[in-house]
């Protein structure tokens, strides 16, 4: 059994932009000298910057009215497109944080493979006006697809940055019919692409608008009550939990978030005043949410409402058109099961769908040798083959290989470290893969792998009032920058329950979706009172031979029990990982975790298990 112990790293968060990995071109590619201007080629494409002027959803009236926001964004043009000879256009924007020109090298490749490009800054971030509505498709969706109409020929919205009317455009490639099957005036060839933020916006817009004719959405979310206030339990569907069951407030991604967007308010003072009445920079809906998930208050409907109306999850019935999902195993925000409940959706409703679940997120941003660079070298890694062949396939029309329908990367599997990484990335015709294998608790401490040697046990533990965090998993946002040896994975003592595994004959190997079923009693728990409800972690450790704990990729599932007086089933977050020969698995059930808001009560609980109703573990095994 591992030692008990805990060091909760005195770190303050860094404002960073959330937005794709990049490359530093300085240190990736070796020194060229200057060309002098007479013998310089001329650039594939030109690039203006314009001002546009939509209208959105306004607050101040309740949303039936509207209110006018500037937008300002970079138009890549390719050299050779004219009215003569169109191309399909990209629509793109920032991640949460950041602004236009966090996509100018993806926007610039783009442009030498035939392809114009949008890139603009989101309401309320990079030099545009209005507040931040969260990706709502009233306000984000709505000013979308004004910009989808301007790509489309239209004028009216657009100026130069010395205030210019812009004509209209006429070297973009046009559709006859939009996804409905009608005709729509101002109809591009268009898709978009985009991560985190940037991710969502896209399913916002073609909620909006049936002209937009394929998507990536990169590391974003499915339901943003799940995302912000997690609970594993008692889901209603995909990761959409019943409100009578409220989750547990991500602390410190919450902080960081308001962190980001008030600071960005306050740079954009003399773009737009406004935005900094009331809630600073945020819808008011948002202040209020915030101020509800930081005192551990319990959620209310209209919060639910607030955050699942910013949702795809709450309008994916009307996504219709192509969808390459990319999601990160390293992502403690946007975890794996959120592009899994968006993947599931789509294909239910037979939309089309593919899924990769590479190695970066959120948590872990750097993206290994081979996969994603926002550099030049885009096309020599997988996603960016991945990401060019989507848009080859349905804004060229082309008849090309767009992958597979399921990837993930696996870091057990060796690379080379040159060209697109192939190699690391399984590949399968459908999700789920393998199959589910199950361990059972047995006793106070041990994890059998079949139910006749399961023994009758029972484990207490508590946490300290105060919501006082017992248990470290991680720091958000910045865990993959941070000395390994202030970051390790531990849980104080008598503060949780465990069960740990003997050691492994041979590896397994997992890709999917882990869930537990688990036994717990707490005294005066009272079902129908959200505020008595039992708050625990349940996560999976991977223990070397040596004592060395791996806490995979530190994801945990937050858990608010609805009914512990029946089994509490979890959903623990999705994985791609190998538990190598000699390793041991263990099942652990935390009372609290540095990360998140924890109860402010003591809440003394008994974890069991027996062969009557046992503990179980069921991991998603491919090997």
Not at 59 to 72: N, R, Y
Not at 124 to 144: E, H, N, V
Not at 190 to 216: C, T, W
Request: one cysteine or more; a positive charge.
């Amino acid at each position: 059994m591992r030692p008990a112990n805990f060091v909760l790293p005195g770190i303050a968060l860094s404002l960073t932009a959330m937005s794709l990995p990049t490359v530093d071109s300085a240190s990736a590619h070796p020194a060229t000298p200057a060309v002098h201007a007479a013998t310089a080629k001329p650039k594939a494409y030109t690039v203006k910057t314009l001002h546009f002027h939509v209208k959105v959803h306004n607050e101040k009236v309740g949303g039936t009215g509207s209110q006018q926001c500037l937008i300002v964004g970079d138009l890549y043009k390719p050299r050779a497109a004219s009215r003569h000879h169109r191309v399909p256009v990209i629509l793109t924007t920032n991640g949460f944080g950041g602004s236009k020109d966090d996509q100018a090298s993806l926007a610039k490749i783009a442009t030498k493979h035939g392809y114009g490009v949008l890139s603009y800054s989101g309401l309320g971030f990079g030099g545009s006006g209005c507040k931040i509505s969260l990706d709502d498709p009233s306000y984000d969706g709505r000013a979308g697809r004004q910009l989808v109409s301007f790509l489309g020929g239209k004028t009216g919205i657009a100026t130069t940055t010395a205030g210019k009317k812009v004509p209209a455009i006429r070297w973009v490639r046009h559709d006859r019919h939009d996804h409905l099957g009608k005709h729509a005036a101002h109809d591009p060839r268009i898709g978009m692409v985009g991560g985190s933020y940037g991710g969502q916006i896209q399913f916002a817009v073609a909620d909006k608008d049936p002209r937009l004719d394929a998507i990536i959405p990169i590391i974003t979310w499915n339901d943003l009550s799940f995302s912000l206030a997690p609970n594993d339990n008692h889901f209603a569907h995909g990761v959409t939990y019943k409100t009578s069951s409220p989750g547990v407030a991500k602390y410190e991604w919450i902080n960081l978030f308001f962190g980001l967007g008030i600071a960005d308010g306050l740079q954009g003072t003399q773009i737009d005043p406004e935005r900094n009445v009331g809630c600073p920079n945020f819808l008011n809906e948002a202040c209020k949410g915030y101020a509800e998930l930081m005192g551990n208050t319990i959620d209310t409907p209209d919060l639910y409402a607030f955050a699942r109306h910013a949702s795809v999850e709450s309008y994916i019935h009307r996504i219709k058109i192509p969808t390459l999902l990319m999601q990160g195993q390293g992502d403690s925000l946007f975890n794996l099961q959120e592009a899994v409940a968006t993947y599931r959706s789509l294909r239910h409703q037979h939309t089309p769908v593919k899924m990769i679940w590479q190695s970066w997120g959120h948590s872990i941003g750097t993206a290994q040798p081979g996969e994603w660079t926002q550099g030049p070298g885009i096309l020599r890694t997988y996603e960016g083959k991945r990401v060019f062949a989507w848009f080859a396939r349905y804004l060229k029309k082309q008849h090309v290989n767009t992958g597979p329908r399921f990837a993930y990367y696996r870091d057990y599997i060796p690379f080379h470290g040159k060209g697109p990484d192939t190699v690391q990335y399984g590949h399968a015709k459908h999700f789920p893969v393998g199959h589910m294998r199950k361990f059972f608790a047995s006793g106070t401490s041990k994890l059998v792998t079949t139910r006749s040697k399961v023994k009758d046990g029972s484990v207490q533990y508590a946490n300290l009032a105060g919501a006082t965090p017992l248990s470290f998993s991680e720091v958000s946002a910045v865990n993959g920058s941070l000395p390994s040896q202030t970051t390790k994975p531990s849980d104080g003592d008598g503060s949780f329950a465990a069960w740990e595994g003997p050691a492994l004959k041979r590896p397994v190997d997992v890709a999917g979706i882990p869930t537990a079923t688990v036994n717990v009693s707490l005294p005066g728990a009272d079902p129908s009172v959200p505020a008595s409800q039992l708050q625990f972690f349940a996560k999976v450790y991977d223990i070397a031979p040596d004592g060395t704990i791996d806490l995979v990729r530190r994801l945990v599932a937050p858990v608010r029990a609805y009914d512990v007086s029946k089994p509490v089933h979890v959903q623990l977050p999705g994985i791609v990982h190998r538990f190598d020969k000699g390793h041991h698995i263990e099942l652990v059930i935390a009372a609290t975790d540095s990360a998140y808001r924890n109860a402010n009560v003591v809440q003394p609980a008994t974890a069991s298990t027996s062969k009557k109703s046992p503990t179980i573990l069921r991991l998603p095994v491919v090997k």
